[in-house]
């Protein structure tokens, strides 16, 4: 199953699944306004996600495609589309216009880095320094904290260069999403905004390179594990546009992981309360040169097949 959330003008956020041919189900209901409360009511109940939903969609009555309905003795009542899709969602946003929003309103994001080898090959070469390199082939991963709901930004959202930065970077990545007790209950995409030329600048400044407003996109579908094959075996490829030119092309596959998710996530909760619904960014493969920075105006597009695309204009904070 897919799932996103939307916005709808006068109506606000929405849940939708979103079906083989991209056509959107609105299953929003009072007792699950988001995806965060639709999987924790899934997981209350101990009953699987599309029980859930199928019965929210008995509630409500909404047919599919997605029929929009009236709000009677409303003044000014939404006007809604019929047939609404992913490609009708997928614009920039605005309050007067239906777009998507990031996929669940996760109340933490964390981030694992040098999970790839081409990934510790280039910090290392760049810092002059071995720490990269140890930690790959180390018995600990590298897990920092990324972002909460107010630093992320959806599908069309501005992501951001640091004030202070003038080397930030795309870090495009699979990302995981943790259930109660640990497992995964859905994947989605994920751009690691981070600011090299901080980190580089002395490792202990981490914090300040990866966490600030618009270093997390997050998007644009939730996708279920009962959707994947197998999650260490997806190609993933990203683009930097600018001036609506190619600038930077890259790809990796997930089999180039170092680290199976359950080992991620066993460090991650040892000894740290996280919440229901906490994202977790798997690290990055795709290494963008140094001499291309993201600069004001690109646009950043990440996918994977069947998880829809990523894309996010760049602007300078």
């Given amino acids: 199953m897919k799932l996103i959330q939307f916005h709808l003008p006068n109506l606000g956020k929405?849940?939708?699944?979103?079906?083989?041919?991209?056509?959107?189900?609105?299953?929003?209901?009072?007792?699950?306004?988001?995806?965060?409360?639709?999987?924790?009511?899934?997981d209350r109940e101990q009953v699987s996600i599309g029980v859930i939903l199928a019965d929210i969609q008995e509630k409500v009555a909404t047919p599919a495609p997605m029929q929009f309905r009236s709000l009677p003795d409303a003044e000014n009542a939404p006007t809604e589309p019929e047939g609404l899709t992913l490609n009708k969602l997928d614009v920039a946003p605005a309050e007067d216009v239906?777009?998507?929003?990031?996929?669940?309103?996760?109340?933490?994001?964390?981030?694992?880095?040098?999970?790839?080898?081409?990934?510790?090959?280039?910090?290392?070469d760049d810092s002059e320094q071995d720490i990269y390199s140890r930690v790959y082939y180390a018995d600990r991963p590298e897990i920092f904290f990324k972002a909460t709901p107010a630093r992320c930004v959806g599908p069309n959202g501005f992501i951001g260069i640091r004030s202070d930065s003038t080397l930030t970077a795309t870090e495009p990545e699979l990302a995981y999403i943790l259930g109660s007790d640990g497992e995964i209950v859905g994947y989605t995409l994920c751009n690691d905004v981070s600011a090299w030329d901080i980190e580089r600048d002395n490792p202990l400044y981490l914090p300040q390179s990866?966490?600030?407003y618009g270093c997390c996109a997050l998007g644009p579908m939730l996708v279920t594990p009962s959707e994947i094959d197998d999650p260490y075996n997806l190609d993933m490829r990203c683009t930097v546009l600018r001036d609506e030119d190619v600038l930077y092309q890259g790809d990796v596959n997930t089999s180039q992981i170092n680290w199976k998710f359950e080992e991620l996530t066993e460090f991650l909760m040892r000894d740290n309360p996280i919440p229901f619904g906490t994202v977790v960014?798997?690290?990055?493969?795709?290494?963008?040169?140094?001499?291309?920075?993201?600069?004001?105006?690109?646009?950043?597009?990440?996918?994977?097949?069947?998880?829809?695309?990523?894309?996010n204009p760049v602007k300078q904070l």
């Fill in 14 to 42: 929405r849940v939708g699944i979103v079906t083989r041919d991209e056509e959107v189900i609105d299953v929003t209901s009072e007792e699950s306004p988001g995806v965060l409360e639709v999987l924790e009511l899934a």
């Fill in 98 to 124: 239906p777009h998507l929003l990031f996929p669940i309103d996760s109340p933490e994001v964390w981030g694992c880095g040098v999970t790839y080898k081409r990934s510790a090959d280039m910090r290392d």
């Fill in 210 to 212: 990866k966490v600030f």
């Fill in 281 to 311: 960014s798997t690290g990055t493969g795709i290494i963008v040169p140094n001499d291309l920075p993201l600069a004001a105006g690109d646009i950043v597009q990440i996918e994977i097949d069947g998880f829809g695309t990523l894309a």
